[in-house]
């Protein structure tokens, strides 16, 4: 297989990473809430918090990482659970925060910080979804025929993220231009109701764990 055969997977990668970033769910309505409450870079650091997660799943299946992909398949009401308890966390919290004033003085090194945790909370959200790791795999089944070297999963891996990152930038870049024109009262019914939404779905995967318990 030549460089090009590699190279053209790119292709396949970015429209799977699109796939699993595009519908809406909690992670895409807790980017558009902080896209609008604290700006565009907030809202897409978030989101490349997915598309990190999105990127590790696209590993696990690409490399035919089997028994990575077993122990998270074992492990998935645990992860489930996780999730689940995460998103109500996350929708209450949504839910009560207050719009933030601006400081025109806040530290630099806080600002770092605060982009840091929305990385780390929507990967952690990402991974504690194991569907998406189901997801990949049909969607990398739908390619079967082609050769399973390790630059091809590489270049499919990377485009996974790329298509990814693709979404997040254009989500946030389209949302962001209502940033400066949602004031505090409109911002506190767009907490209320993303909250809302992000607690039901933390307590529809609870009640789906809960059945598959029984």
């Not at 790119?10 to 992670?27: E, M, N, Q, R, S």
């Not at 949504?94 to 990385?119: F, N, Q």
């Amino acid at each position: 297989m030549n460089v090009f055969s590699h190279v053209v997977l790119i292709g396949p990668g970015i429209v799977f990473g699109l796939i699993a970033a595009a519908p809406i769910g909690p992670v895409n309505l807790i980017c558009i809430r902080r896209t609008l409450q604290y700006g565009s870079l907030n809202g897409f650091v978030s989101g490349l918090g997915a598309a990190l997660g999105d990127g590790v799943f696209a590993c696990i299946t690409g490399f035919g990482l089997t028994a990575i992909a077993q122990l998270i398949s074992g492990l998935s009401t645990a992860l489930q659970l996780a999730g689940g308890i995460l998103l109500v966390c996350f929708g209450l919290y949504t839910y009560i925060v207050k719009p933030p004033k601006p400081d025109k003085d806040e530290p630099k090194e806080k600002g770092k910080s605060s982009l840091a945790r929305a990385m780390a909370s929507t990967f952690a959200l990402t991974m504690t979804n194991p569907a998406t790791l189901l997801g990949f795999t049909a969607m990398f089944t739908g390619l079967g025929g082609l050769d399973p070297s390790f630059f091809s999963a590489a270049f499919m891996v990377g485009g996974v993220i790329l298509g990814s990152t693709l979404w997040w930038l254009t989500l946030t870049m389209v949302v962001g231009t209502l940033h400066a024109r949602i004031d505090d009262r409109v911002m506190r019914i767009i907490n209320h109701g993303t909250g809302l939404l992000v607690a039901l779905f933390g307590v529809l995967v609870l009640g789906h764990v809960a059945l598959k318990m029984i």
